[in-house]
């Protein structure tokens, strides 16, 4: 990796705490995967408890000025830090796509939609208002500050290996907080190339730390919501872990905002521009092989276009869904993240399969492929009581269900157990915001494929999680605001 790179210092192995870049106290390792080959990337140190503790205690010392900046130093860091990704993004996404297997021209699209949150919450930190309130009291004036909420602890997983972390850690540094970063153990190397861009944006020592680790997680994890100095931790990941973090940060009472799974419902009706749909469906389905949490799970189609949806979203599939090495242009469809998460989309469209549907195109693996690829995959004849119906497939196989009115598709629809997006296709306006309104969801897209803005707020509901990234809202996840009255006037 490191040969390929223009500014090989951007391959770190090394963690990152109070300003400098260490192996951990243990000197132990993990090694990084390149999921398309299995070969080695690098190594990064195996932290544990204490090199988190000695994190938290640099972010804690760096918070104590740092949250006296001002707006303005905050926001030049951003200003200073997205054009450094700008400036070596070629570099960022050849790193994104050794570890991540994602092709080369997408990770390139991560590395854009990543620097984007720093620019979206550079202007963000100028823009922190609080409000004067009329009191009830004669002779009392109300008014609100936003502060800076403290050191907060993030958690991020390997599928936006660079998206999830600037989100996250551009709020926090608008907001003037100091951060505890915990990146997964399958991509640290893009989180590592980030500080050391942080680093050569200015920030302070101490306001960004780096702790990498895949053995010790559950300790890991398990400091950083216990411990009293940490005052938020936000997490995206799956549900399963975000309940884990949510009891273990009870006896803090931290403030969290919970990124969690998803089972996108992507709703076709009769009345839509099918050319359109076709469109968004391959955006909302094959972003990064199908390995987000807004990925369309459950594709819902109207009775009336059903057969002819399919016939021509499969030939849209096999023209354009090209696998091969990630690293070589031209190449759309590149390995899964593990050979673990193959074997899970395999055992869904088994699952599926035993219980009636019909595979439309691919569905099954090759010998001659890595073990970590699954071929894009259409089915159809798809049934609520299907495993696949309450998993994420987190792969890339398209699965039809037919419905055939608005009331039966909606009651399909929200009967799930998480809600993060849902896409609707109409022509009808009253249809798509009655749609709009009705699916149980944190975000919904009406003619589009697309829900993921800086500036839109980003986030889900029931077992999806709370608390919502990007927008004004991404800021103030990591303020209070605190209230003060003014008596005796
Ligand atoms: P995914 O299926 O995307 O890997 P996970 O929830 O397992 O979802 O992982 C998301 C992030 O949470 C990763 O950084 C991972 O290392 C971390 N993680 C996994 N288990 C724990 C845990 N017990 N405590 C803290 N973090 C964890």
């Given amino acids: 990796l490191k040969s390929r790179l223009r500014d090989p210092k951007l391959f770190r192995e090394q963690g990152y705490i ?36 000695t994190a938290i205690e640099a972010a804690q010392q760096a918070f104590e000025i740092f949250r006296f900046s001002t707006p303005l130093q905050r926001m030049n860091i951003l200003k200073r830090w997205s054009a450094l990704m700008q400036k070596h993004e070629e570099d960022l996404a050849t790193i994104l796509s050794f570890e991540n297997g994602r092709p ?46 403290g ?42 190339a980030l500080a050391e861009l942080g680093e050569r944006a200015g920030i302070p020592a101490g306001v960004l730390n780096v702790v990498t680790t895949d053995q010790n997680v559950s300790s890991v994890g398990k400091t950083i919501c216990q411990h009293p100095v940490i005052k938020k931790v936000s997490f995206t990941g799956s ?41 968004g469906l391959m955006a909302a389905k094959f972003r990064a092989s199908g390995q987000t949490c807004v990925c369309a799970n459950r594709v819902y189609l109207q009775e009336g276009i059903h057969d002819e949806f399919i016939e021509r979203f499969s030939k849209v599939v096999r023209d354009r869904m090209i696998p091969g090495d990630p690293l070589a242009e031209g190449t759309s469809l590149g390995p899964l993240i593990s050979q673990k998460a193959t074997d899970k989309v395999e055992r869904l469209v088994q699952n599926a399969c035993e219980h009636g549907a019909e595979v439309v195109l ?55 157990e998480v809600g993060l997006a849902a896409y609707v296709y109409t022509n009808q306006m009253s249809q798509a915001w009655r749609a709009a309104e009705l699916l149980q969801t944190g975000m919904v897209g009406v003619n589009t494929g697309m829900v993921s803005d800086p500036v839109a707020p980003f986030g889900g509901v029931k077992h999806s999680g709370f608390g919502r990234e990007g927008g004004r809202v991404g800021v103030e996840e990591f303020q209070i605001t605190k209230t003060i009255t003014l008596g005796e006037l």
Wanted: proline letters at 6%; a neutral charge.
């Fill in 18 to 53: 109070g300003g400098k870049w260490t192996g951990g106290h243990g000197e132990k390792s993990f090694p990084v995967l390149n999921p398309q080959n299995g070969q080695l990337v690098g190594k990064c140190p195996e932290m544990d408890h204490q090199d988190t503790i």
């Fill in 104 to 149: 080369l021209q997408a990770s390139r699209s991560e590395i854009k939609y990543a620097a984007s949150f720093f620019e979206w919450f550079q202007g963000e930190a100028m823009r922190s208002y609080g409000e004067t309130i009329q009191s009830s009291t004669p002779g009392h004036r109300v008014l609100t500050l936003r502060q800076p909420i």
């Fill in 151 to 192: 050191v907060v602890g993030i958690i991020t997983p390997w599928n936006f290996p660079s998206a999830m972390i600037t989100r996250k850690v551009g709020a926090s540094i608008a907001a003037g907080c100091s951060v505890v970063l915990k990146p997964a153990a399958e991509t640290p190397y893009s989180a590592l």
């Fill in 239 to 279: 549900t399963g872990v975000g309940k884990i973090l949510m009891e273990q940060s009870s006896s803090t009472l931290k403030k969290l905002s919970m990124e969690l799974g998803g089972n996108a419902p992507f709703i076709v009706f009769d009345d839509a521009s099918l050319d359109k749909a076709i469109e």
């Fill in 362 to 416: 691919g569905g099954v693996r090759s010998s001659q492929d890595a073990a970590t690829f699954f071929p894009a995959t259409i089915l159809k004849n798809m049934k609520p009581t299907m495993q696949a119906s309450r998993e994420e497939w987190f792969g890339p196989v398209v699965a039809f269900y037919k419905f055939g009115t608005e009331q039966e598709l909606l009651q399909m629809a929200n009967d799930s």
